[in-house]
């Protein structure tokens, strides 16, 4: 079975730009969440989508925004692009809301210079 | 305070010795805890969840929860090379549920 995929792995963007971040979830799963992970932390929430609804939004600027899509694939769009986004973006996706954890993406590695 | 706090560590043990990595959260509503482990480069991935209070056991690795303390931690047995990775503890809080609160990880090195 196929796992979280996500796309593209690496992204060099430069200030200002805007940027798609895309992933599509485990089969079956409803449920994806986007986090992101700079150098020496540990992940941050940015959003959660359940049954195609935001169901939660993380302390990140009006510059993120994100979407679900009837097939359950996710798309997470930063406008305006500063040099502290730059980070490792990830999308997990669970059966329910997590109850019983969530399965990671390999990540979009995203660069800002 | 933070939601989630970890020992950073580095936290370093011989081959075959017990690794034991701590956490501690602050919501007393929090339901269920997670540990993943991630590999430098690499995201993050789930090695055990536990719900109710005391031990979970799965091969090697051991999940204790202690929700008077609001401390839950990570026992691995027999620590391995491959076992050398930085460790998350992560909290699913009853009141935001589906969103994760991670701790900032400890870094776990086995040598042999």
């Known amino acids: 079975d196929a796992g979280v995929t996500q796309s593209p792995t690496h992204l060099i963007k430069t200030r200002g730009q805007q940027v798609t971040l895309r992933c599509s979830p485990i089969?079956?799963?409803?449920?994806v969440s986007w986090y992101q992970q700079v150098l020496g932390q540990g992940p941050q929430f940015i959003f959660q989508?359940?049954?195609?609804?935001?169901?939660g939004r993380g302390n990140f600027p009006d510059r993120f925004s994100a979407r679900q899509f009837p097939n359950y694939s996710s798309e997470l769009n930063v406008n305006a692009l500063l040099l502290g986004d730059s980070a490792l973006y990830l999308c997990?996706?669970?059966?329910?809301?997590?109850?019983?954890?969530?399965?990671f993406g390999s990540g979009t590695r995203l660069t800002v210079v | 305070q933070k939601e989630v706090e970890q020992n950073s560590g580095p936290l370093s043990v011989p081959e075959g010795a017990i690794a034991s990595l701590n956490c501690t959260y602050s919501?007393?509503?929090?339901?269920?805890f997670f540990w993943y482990r991630q590999y430098s480069g690499k995201s993050p991935e789930l090695i055990m969840f536990?719900?109710?209070?005391g031990d979970k056991e799965d091969g090697r690795f051991t999940a204790q929860l202690n929700k008077a303390s609001q401390y839950v931690s990570l026992l691995i047995r027999d620590s391995q090379p491959s076992d050398s990775a930085t460790y998350l503890c992560?909290?699913?809080?009853?009141?935001?549920?589906?969103?994760?609160?991670f701790g900032r990880g400890t870094q776990l090195t086995v040598w042999p």
């Open positions: 997990a996706s669970s059966l329910a809301q997590g109850v019983n954890g969530y399965t």
């Open positions: 089969s079956g799963h409803k449920s």
């Open positions: 989508y359940y049954e195609k609804e935001e169901r």
């Open positions: 919501d007393r509503g929090s339901q269920s």
């Open positions: 536990i719900y109710s209070n």
């Open positions: 992560a909290v699913n809080r009853g009141s935001t549920l589906g969103r994760l609160y």
